[in-house]
């Protein structure tokens, strides 16, 4: 089953957080827990865990990119 | 966005989040970590643990680090002591921290509501250590009694920064003021534990940062806590160094030299940041 990954909002305010890095490239196993993704807000980096088992099918953004809150950045093929 | 130093990582768990949020959401109940948007909210929910923020989520005060808001205050909730009670249950908390927002328009600045917020986690939660942070209160030793009379465990009040910056940083409140509440309490009821904390990055010196300290120490403060001010938006003051955790560790070692019985030193620590393990670490 596919599910999308979200841009998760790590704050009462946020709005868009920059991608600063992908800790998983497209096609590569992802175990639940593990670090996806870093964001980075006005205060910190955050690292982002996978919330789901399976394979990283596509991503739609680059580190560096700005992204909106909500927008889909990934889609996971789940176990 | 100016590129952070990698020290600052943290790690974000959505589920966890939400968790937590979920069961403040239905008690009605607000923390510092979602209203200061703090960096360790991932790891503290991750844990179960939060710190509570009681007195609505308005503040009367205007500081210029700080993300909680200003405006209109609501009324009190009270039943608010009794949610907490309940959440500190739920989370099966060993340790809790209460906070609040400063309340200069309560006739007793929120002391009655802290002390019946005590009380109800007591009734509740036998065993629990209970640390407040409170604000000053204006210093009138009256309010502070009442909360003393309640018996936490530990006595938070922080200064925030070094004197020379409270005309730009903390414009409505006074270092010395700050420094005779800790005195107070310390004097007032010996074995409530006492504690406070600076942000470094601001522009302060370290000879300014070993004042404080020293005024510390003097006043009677136990426990010391020492983090990196983060900019929560671009319409706060701004960050004007990143200290490295090797300086952070150089506080550390400072500190103790000088006689506190705990100190917490690292670009993440925040006043409530591990409280349980410095509340053990003061006990010495």
């Known amino acids: 089953m596919k599910k999308n990954i979200q841009m998760p909002k790590l704050s009462e305010q946020m709005e868009t957080g920059v991608l600063a890095a992908w800790n998983k490239e497209a096609g590569d196993v992802v175990k639940k827990g593990e670090v996806l993704f870093e964001i980075e807000t006005e205060k910190v980096v955050s690292e982002v865990e996978s919330m789901e088992s399976g394979v990283l099918k596509e991503v739609f953004f680059e580190a560096g990119d700005e992204i909106k809150v909500d927008d889909i950045i990934a889609v996971i093929d789940c176990d | 966005m100016e590129k952070k130093p990698e020290w600052l990582k943290v790690s974000y768990n959505k589920e966890a989040v939400e968790e937590v949020s979920g069961l403040m959401a239905k008690l ?40 909680v808001g200003s405006g209109v205050v609501e009324a009190v909730d009270p039943k608010e002591p009794q949610h ?41 939660n036998p065993g629990v250590t209970i640390e407040v ?12 009694d009442i909360v003393i009379a309640a018996k936490p465990d530990v006595i938070n009040h922080n200064v925030e920064t070094v004197r020379e910056l409270y005309p730009e940083v903390r414009p409505e409140a006074d270092y010395d003021r700050s420094m005779q509440v800790i005195q107070y309490v310390k004097t007032k009821a010996p074995q409530i534990k006492t504690k406070t904390g600076i942000m470094v990055g601001l522009g302060e010196t370290e000879e300014q940062i070993y004042q404080v300290m020293d005024d ?30 090797e300086k952070f560790e150089k506080y550390k070692t400072i500190g103790e030299a000088k006689g506190f019985h705990y100190i917490a030193s690292s670009p993440l620590v925040r006043s409530s940041y591990r409280a349980e393990e410095a509340l053990e670490g003061g006990k010495s």
């Open chain 2, 133 to 144: 942070l409170i604000p000053d209160l204006q210093g009138v030793e009256k309010h502070l």
């Open chain 2, 216 to 245: 510390s120490l003097k006043a009677g403060c136990d426990i010391f806590t020492i983090g990196q001010y983060l900019q929560p938006s671009s319409k706060h003051i701004a960050v004007k160094a990143y200290v490295t955790p």
């Open chain 2, 84 to 124: 907490l009670a309940e959440a500190v249950k739920e989370l099966d908390l060993k340790h809790v921290v209460i906070t609040s927002v400063t309340r200069d328009d309560l006739a007793d600045g929120g002391a009655g509501h802290f002390a019946d917020t005590i009380k109800a986690v007591r009734k509740l």
């Open chain 2, 28 to 67: 009605k109940l607000n923390t510092v970590c979602k209203e200061a948007n703090c960096p360790n909210l991932g790891e503290c929910y991750k844990k179960r643990t939060a710190t509570f923020m009681i007195l609505g989520n308005i503040c009367t005060r205007h500081c210029r680090f700080c993300n």
